[in-house]
Every structure is written in C-alpha cells, then in structure tokens.
C-alpha cells in the first residue's frame, strides 16, 4: 500500500467529477426553485402592440360544452347569437382557430395552447393574464370564467415568480381592456353609476391605480366605454372592439364606442387623423378592430373585411393574412381576443 503522504495528486477529472460538477448542479437547482434560474423559462417582452411576435398562447377551441342560455352569456353579441340560435358549433370554432394557428406558425411564432377543461369555452386567451413589458398580469376575471386560469398554469410557471403579479381581489381588470404602446398604456373601463351591475363592465378603477403604482413611466390613458349586456350595437365589452393600433403609428378606431368623445379625440391626436381606420356601427358589431399583428408590417384579419384589409394593403402597405373567423365573432370576440403574446421583439 501506498503510504498517503506519497500518494499522487487528485486528477483534473476526479475534482470535475467528485466535487465540481455535483455542486454546479446543487446551485443550479437552488436557483431553479428560488425562481432565479429555468431551463425552459420565457422572458416576457411586450412593449407594443406590433413588434415581430415571438411566442404567444393561442386560445383552446376543443370541448366548449353546450350551447350557452341567455342568463348564461356575458356578453352583448353572445346574447344576441343566442338569441337568434346560430351560436357556433365546436367543430366550426375548431376549424377556425386551427387556420390561425397555421399562420403564426407560418411566421414562426411558437405557440403555447391552456389545457382543455372539458365543456368548457377557453376561446379567448387574452382575458385570462396580459403582459406589460416584462411583467405577467393575472386578471381577476369574471366569476363565470375563473376556473379557465388554472388551464394556463404550465405556461404561467415558465415565467419568474419575481415577473407574475397577483393583483388584489377588488381589482378588477382583463387583458382586452389593455393596449400597450411604446410609452403609452391604454385602458378601457367604465365609470357608469351601474358598473356593478354589468357584465360586460370587466375592468374597474381600482386596477388602474394598481398598474399605475407598477408601471410609473407610462402614459397611463383611462377611456370610459359605452356598456351593454344584451345589445350589442349599443355596448363595447373590451377597448380592443373599439380600437386597435396597426403597424408603427397607425390604428383602427370606433367613435361610438366611447362615452366621451374627447377620449375618441385624444386617442386621434396621437396617432393623426390621417393615420386612423374609422369603422362604422356594423363594421365594429362585425368586429373590424380586433385584428391582430404578427409584425409592423403584417396583420391577421378576418377574410370578409373587405374595405379594411384593402385599406391595409393599399394605403398603408400592410400584408394582410386572411383568415374565415365569422364563426368565432358570435361569441363576442375575434383575433386578438383569442391570444396572449408573451414575446415580441
């Protein structure tokens, strides 16, 4: 036996092996469960509405479950296709969502999807959580849809705990009302005496002050919306049917949708007249503004707007990708209301 104080130095490959490695592995898992560090982690990023789309969660088209009842829907023109028995079948709602889905990835745009709740509607994903910049926003949604958040929680766990905010009970706010641009920070809501009392009221003052604490430097614009629970020529559920912006100055707006017609016309001075896509009652009952960017440059649109997406391409130099989803918009939504982007560059 060799005596120890002869015996030959520990390897290069005995200190990786024995001591290097194992403790690499200890700390990267330390950081993994203190949020510091994740191997599939995505790094929000949203600071428009238009900048080249990276990742984004497409909403759940399959098990929507049965025809909804008027008392049952909670929103204007869901009543309204309630009401005139051609609400949308599963198989339609499918097809659509899967011809979106082919063209993000046409552009490729990793897509994540909720997972499916059975008879359940997991169409719009937008509600559900927003991002702002690189932080995750978790709606307190309406009562009818609260169980839909837990279908997204594998996709919310790949964000920093550090990047999700939780908002308060009483702050009501979803992500349709929410429209991020550059230094600005659009937000619908209402400030009607019955705000309780409507369903399509979603997001309340309280959050407002809540995002203005978290996001100092923006330009925080309230706009108060026109409300209605079962006319749907009458009401705005969320500021994305009332308005959009397009490519880099651009945008697509309802004068109507608005209580006061200064908001219309704040919202016109900062884009210019000359850059706003003004739509017409049944154009905005039709859902002409919620369209939805996959760059400056390039639009998904609903294949029967015809006078915008021909405005798009001609006046403003825009590629137009059309898509049917008719179907869709009789549940009181359309494109963007059907996605979350997570990262944009």
Not at 119 to 146: G, L, T
Not at 199 to 218: D, G, M, S
Not at 259 to 274: H, N, R, T
Request: proline share 5%.
């Amino acid at each position: 036996m060799v005596p120890s104080h002869i015996r030959k130095p520990k390897t290069l490959n005995y200190f990786c092996k024995q001591i290097l490695f194992p403790n690499v592995l200890l700390l990267l898992s330390f950081n993994y469960i203190c949020g510091t560090y994740n191997f599939m982690a995505i790094n929000l990023n949203i600071k428009n509405e238009t900048g080249k789309l990276k990742s984004v969660v497409l909403g759940q088209p399959k098990s929507n479950g049965p025809v909804p009842t008027l008392a049952e829907s909670y929103d204007a023109k869901s009543y309204h296709t309630i009401e005139n028995n051609n609400y949308p079948t599963e198989e339609a709602v499918n097809s659509e969502m899967t011809a979106f889905e082919k063209v993000l990835k046409k552009y490729d745009v990793e897509v994540f999807r909720p997972k499916i709740i059975k008879d359940y509607n997991q169409v719009f994903a937008r509600d559900v959580a927003f991002v702002i910049e690189d932080k995750m926003i978790i709606s307190n949604i309406i009562p009818d849809r609260a169980d839909e958040q837990e279908a997204y929680r594998h996709i919310i766990d790949k964000v920093s705990w550090r990047n999700v905010i939780n908002l308060p009970e009483k702050a009501h706010i979803e992500g349709g009302d929410v429209i991020v641009w550059d230094e600005f920070l659009f937000i619908g809501t209402s400030y009607h005496p019955d705000y309780r009392n409507f369903k399509t009221a979603r997001t309340n003052e309280y959050a407002i002050e809540i995002l203005k604490e978290y996001f100092p430097k923006k330009r925080i614009i309230d706009l108060d919306l026109k409300k209605s629970d079962t006319k749907p020529y009458e009401g705005i559920l969320h500021l994305d049917c009332t308005f959009n912006p397009i490519g880099k100055d651009k945008c697509v707006i309802y004068k109507n949708g608005f209580v006061d017609e200064d908001d219309y016309q704040l919202v016109v001075d900062i884009f210019g007249e000359e850059n706003c896509f003004n739509v017409n009652d049944e154009e905005m009952f039709q859902m002409f503004p919620n369209v939805f960017s996959l760059a400056p440059d390039v639009v998904v649109s609903d294949q029967a707007f015809t006078r915008m997406n021909d405005h798009f391409r001609n006046e403003w130099g825009i590629t137009v990708e059309e898509i049917p989803y008719r179907e869709i918009s009789k549940m009181g939504g359309l494109l963007r209301c059907s996605t979350l982007p997570l990262v944009r560059e």
